[in-house]
């Protein structure tokens, strides 16, 4: 039985994926200095970007309009960014800072952790919502 939630696509998403966390882990470390949040909102908007394209047509293939599609997907990763990055950051100072980790590699485990949790949220969230194919 095949399952509803895995499919052909998770490959692909996963392949535009190394790219798009690739640039945005370059620039959250070349940004930290502005701090947490602005560091990963700038990674995350130019990654967005890139992903957007991809996805729609390599991982998705949507035949949604472009204007609709840019609407569904920005809100997606607004809502999945706010979302892992909320959870990331006390649940990594919580259990982090327990095993000793402080300052900047306190923040930089945290942001992986959040990076992971954006992936999950972000794949659902685009297959079943940004690029949802209509039955």
Not at 65 to 77: D, I, P
Request: glycine share 12%; proline share 2%; aromatic share 14%.
């Amino acid at each position: 039985m095949k399952n509803k939630f895995l499919d052909a696509s998770i490959p692909k998403f996963l392949l535009v994926g190394v790219g798009n966390t690739l640039l945005s882990a370059v620039l959250m470390i070349l940004l930290e200095g502005l701090g947490y949040w602005p560091s990963t909102a700038i990674a995350y908007v130019a990654g967005a970007v890139m992903s957007f394209f991809l996805n729609r047509r390599f991982t998705f293939r949507s035949q949604e309009t472009m204007g609709r599609s840019a609407v569904k997907f920005a809100l997606n990763v607004a809502v999945c960014y706010a979302l892992a990055y909320s959870i990331a950051q006390p649940l990594g100072g919580m259990v982090l800072g327990a095993m000793g980790f402080t300052g900047l590699w306190l923040e930089r485990l945290t942001k992986l952790g959040g990076m992971g949790l954006y992936t999950i949220l972000n794949y659902f969230g685009q297959r079943f919502f940004a690029f949802h194919k209509s039955a």
